[in-house]
Antibody, heavy 120, light 111 residues
Framework: QVQLVQSGAEVKEPGASVKVSCKAS????????MHWVRQAPGQGLEWMGI????????TYAENFQGRVIMTSDTSTSTVYMELSSLRSEDTAMYYC?????????????WGQGSLVTVSS | QSALTQPRSVSGSPGQSVTISCTGT?????????VSWYQQHPGSTPKLMIF???KRPSGVPHRFSGSKSGNTASLTISGLQAEDEAEYYC???????????FGGGTKLTVL
C-alpha cells in the first residue's frame, strides 16, 4: 500500500537548521507531487511548499521563502525539507503528503509527521 | 491569519446535521472546483473526507457531503455521531504561485 514514512523527532537550538525526510513506497515516486504542511501545537495547518520529484522543481509559500529548501532523491524515493534560521515559532509537527496533479488539493496519504522542537 | 475563513467552532447533538463554512475569494474557492476537507482527531494525522468540492473518497461515510456557492464552500455532516467530534479543515487550490491555502480549522463538538 502507499506509505509515506518520515524521519524522527528533532530538537534544535534557535538559529540552527533541520532537515526532515519523507520516504515514499507503494507507488511510482516520480508520478506524484509532494507537499509539506506544518502544524504548530494547538494551531491549524500551514502549507509550506511543493516539490515535483520528477525534476525537482519547487514552489514555496511566501512565509518560508529564503528559509526552506525542498529536494528529492529518486534513487531512494525520498523527499527532504530543510528549514534554516530556526526560531521558537517553528516548533511544530511537519507532514509530507502527496498529490497527483499540480492543482490537486486532495492530500492522501499523509506521513506520520516529524516533530521539530526549537529550544535553547 | 489563515487565507480561508472558517468558524472557530460548531456543535450539534447526535443525529442532527451541522454545516461548516469555508469562505475564500474568487482567487481560490470561487475560482476553482478544487476544495477539500480534512478531519483531524487529537494526536492524529489529517484524514481526507471530501475532495473536488463534493467527492467522497472510498471509505468515507455518505453522511459527509460537500458543496460550494460562489466563494464559500461547505461541509455538511448529517446524522451526527460521537466519533465525528474533531477538528475540520478546508483547503483550496489558489493558483500557480500559491497553489494551496488552508482554513483556520473548525472544532466540531457533538453534544
Amino acid at each position: 500500500q502507499v506509505q509515506l514514512v518520515q524521519s524522527g523527532a528533532e530538537v534544535k537550538e534557535p538559529g540552527a537548521s533541520v532537515k526532515v525526510s519523507c520516504k515514499a513506497s507503494g507507488y511510482t515516486f516520480t508520478h506524484y507531487y509532494m507537499h509539506w504542511v506544518r502544524q504548530a501545537p494547538g494551531q491549524g495547518l500551514e502549507w509550506m511548499g511543493i516539490i515535483n520529484p520528477n525534476g525537482g522543481s519547487t514552489t514555496y509559500a511566501e512565509n518560508f521563502q529564503g528559509r526552506v529548501i525542498m529536494t528529492s532523491d529518486t534513487s531512494t524515493s525520498t523527499v527532504y525539507m530543510e528549514l534554516s534560521s530556526l526560531r521558537s515559532e517553528d516548533t511544530a509537527m511537519y507532514y509530507c503528503t502527496r498529490v497527483f496533479d499540480w492543482n490537486d488539493v486532495w492530500f492522501d496519504p499523509w506521513g506520520q509527521g516529524s516533530l521539530v522542537t526549537v529550544s535553547s | 491569519q489563515s487565507a480561508l475563513t472558517q468558524p472557530r467552532s460548531v456543535s450539534g447533538s447526535p443525529g442532527q446535521s451541522v454545516t461548516i463554512s469555508c469562505t475564500g475569494t474568487s482567487s481560490d474557492v470561487g475560482g476553482y472546483n478544487y476544495v477539500s476537507w480534512y478531519q483531524q482527531h487529537p494526536g492524529s494525522t489529517p484524514k481526507l473526507m471530501i475532495f473536488d468540492v463534493n467527492k467522497r473518497p472510498s471509505g468515507v461515510p455518505h453522511r459527509f457531503s460537500g458543496s460550494k456557492s460562489g466563494n464559500t464552500a461547505s461541509l455538511t455532516i448529517s446524522g451526527l455521531q460521537a466519533e465525528d467530534e474533531a477538528e475540520y479543515y478546508c483547503c483550496s487550490y489558489a493558483g500557480r504561485y500559491t497553489p494551496v491555502v488552508f482554513g483556520g480549522g473548525t472544532k466540531l463538538t457533538v453534544l
